[in-house]
């Protein structure tokens, strides 16, 4: 088997509290099925994920990390959604000089949307799984 078909990849789930957490929950509580492969750090807002997070997930060889957050207007601290998606445009300048770009995702899972959730970690894990592991796990691993 070639190491493609193998791979399990990990990824970092940072969820904002109010929404996408409890979407998550709700996926839970639903028994929706989705790939195991998120591991999920509950965040107060999407805007609370400092870029640098997701610099160090990957430097530290997480294969993906997905940013979920409230939809836009609907964020609990009213624009905290907007500045973590202007951060996110920021931070993909920098991951594409290191072909890392595709490897972070950011997408908008209310409280009501356990399905959404469920969804989204399945696309996530899949698109992870297309690109492989994290090329630079190995130059980076000590
Ligand atoms: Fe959910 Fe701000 S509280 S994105």
Redesign the pocket.
Same mark, same amino acid.
């Given at each position: 088997m070639d190491e493609k078909s193998d791979f399990e990849p990990r990824i970092l789930g940072f969820l904002?509290?109010? /929404? $996408?957490y409890a979407g998550a929950d709700l996926a839970g509580v639903s028994r929706f099925q989705y790939p195991p492969n998120v591991r999920i750090i509950r965040v107060? /807002? $999407?805007?609370r994920v400092d870029p640098m997070y997701i610099v160090k997930a990957l430097t530290d060889g997480i294969d993906g990390v997905l940013v979920a957050?409230?939809h836009p207007g609907d964020?609990?601290?009213i624009e905290?959604?907007y500045r973590?998606r202007r951060r996110m445009v920021a931070l993909d300048q920098i991951l594409e000089r290191y072909g890392l770009k595709d490897r972070v995702f950011l997408e908008w899972v209310s409280a009501s949307e356990g399905k959404r959730f469920a969804e989204v970690i399945t696309h996530v894990t899949e698109e992870i799984k297309k690109l492989g592991p994290n090329p630079h796990k190995k130059k980076w691993e000590i």
């Open positions: 904002c509290n109010w /929404c $996408s107060m /807002c $999407s805007s957050g409230c964020c609990h601290y905290g959604n973590a």
